[in-house]
């Protein structure tokens, strides 16, 4: 029988809205070292990227990585679901594929049934299954408010590993699903959301991003990352200050989530992730305006692929996205362009 009970109102945040901000993260993981370490380990904690890889050893490479948070929708299922997808989505934003996941439970078990929790657990396992994946464990805790996520490993071919931080100047930048999640959840929360835009938001968060693992076998695309807790802005500040470039972002080309957003920023539906992402970043971006800024700044919970591409590569990497059922998503939303530290590190036009 499905729950009736309404997650959210036992959480104080919301999905990736939750993340710590990037500015009080910079803190925490403050650290002198200056690479990887281990010569086995390819991608650590210095790169600010999207899971660990360790070296196999045979051409091979081990992608490891965690996600969890608090509820974003109310369905325990559904919560499940998109708890799942976002977490494994770090694995095809480094190239690779999926293999294996534990289950990461946090239960108010004072307050909300032990089967509430099955319900979102359930919702994690068929997203695995999608995925091609097992659920095949994990730990569970009591906590005053309700968590979940899966810690995945997967696997990639070396050669097609893709990283963050290695972005070229004149790469073009697309971005496989539109932004606004996080201005439609909000609405929801507040209970101001329009019948017509309901499960948008739900429907989009539990789409795999499928495509990383075929887009970890294109040369031409030179980095890449998912849009996730610190918005469009915070992800491509830290692909362009990893590659040591500068960006500029195309607004009227970035993709939306509903064309009239406006709408429920009319009515303050502004999650408060994007308040916290904008003080951290902001000295880090030209002019913008009140809209932009809450569009470009919004926090996504199991975003899209954010990819920077060749310029000669766009067409073979736009074929590849429609042959995916992306075509709406196969036009540049931006570019990357040579670090000048004279001009902010990302640049807003129209």
């Known amino acids: ?25 910079d803190r925490i993981l403050q650290t002198n070292e200056s690479g990887p370490g281990l010569t086995h380990l390819l991608v650590g904690n210095h790169s600010r990227d999207d899971a660990a890889v360790l070296d196999m050893g045979n051409g091979i490479a081990l992608i490891s990585t965690t996600d969890f948070f608090m509820p974003i929708v109310d369905d325990p299922f559904n919560f499940g679901r998109i ?23 946090g239960w108010p078990v004072d307050k909300l049934e ?11 396992r068929f997203t695995c299954r999608e995925a091609g994946i097992s659920l095949a464990g994990g730990h569970s805790i009591d906590s005053p408010e309700p968590i979940f996520g899966l810690a995945v490993n997967g696997f990639v071919e070396i050669e097609n590993l893709k990283q963050n931080n290695t972005a070229k100047a004149g790469d073009l930048l697309y971005l496989t699903k539109p932004l606004g ?8 929360k507040k209970g101001i959301l329009r019948e017509s835009d309901r499960g948008r938001a739900a429907k989009q968060m539990m789409e795999l991003n499928l495509i990383g693992a075929e887009l970890g076998k294109l040369n031409s695309v030179h980095a890449l990352t998912d849009v996730t807790g610190f918005g469009l802005l915070g992800h491509l500040a830290e692909m362009a200050e990893g590659s040591r470039l500068n960006a500029e972002v195309f607004t009227s080309s970035v993709p939306l989530i509903i064309p009239d957003l406006n709408y429920y920023l ?12 904008w003080k951290s970043y902001s000295h880090k971006i030209g002019p913008v305006t009140e809209t932009q800024r809450a569009i470009l700044a919004d926090p996504q919970t199991s975003g899209g692929l954010l990819i920077a591409v060749s310029e000669s590569g766009a067409r073979e990497l736009e074929s590849l996205l429609a042959g995916h ?24 036009r129209t």
């Open 266 to 277: 009319d009515l303050k539906s502004v999650p408060g992730g994007t308040n916290r992402n």
């Open 181 to 188: 999640v996080g201005i439609l959840t909000t609405a929801e």
């Open 114 to 124: 032990p089967e509430i929790a099955r319900e979102v657990v359930e919702g994690g």
């Open 1 to 25: 029988m499905k729950s009736s009970v309404r997650l959210t109102q036992y959480s104080h945040g919301s999905g990736c809205g939750c993340k710590i901000s990037p500015a009080i993260l």
């Open 325 to 348: 059922g992306l075509n709406p998503f196969c036009q540049p939303i931006g570019r990357l362009l040579a670090e000048n530290p004279d001009q902010p590190r990302i640049q807003i």
């Open 83 to 105: 708890a799942a997808t976002n977490a494994i989505s770090d694995v095809y934003a480094m190239g690779g594929r999926p293999s294996l996941a534990i289950a990461i439970l």
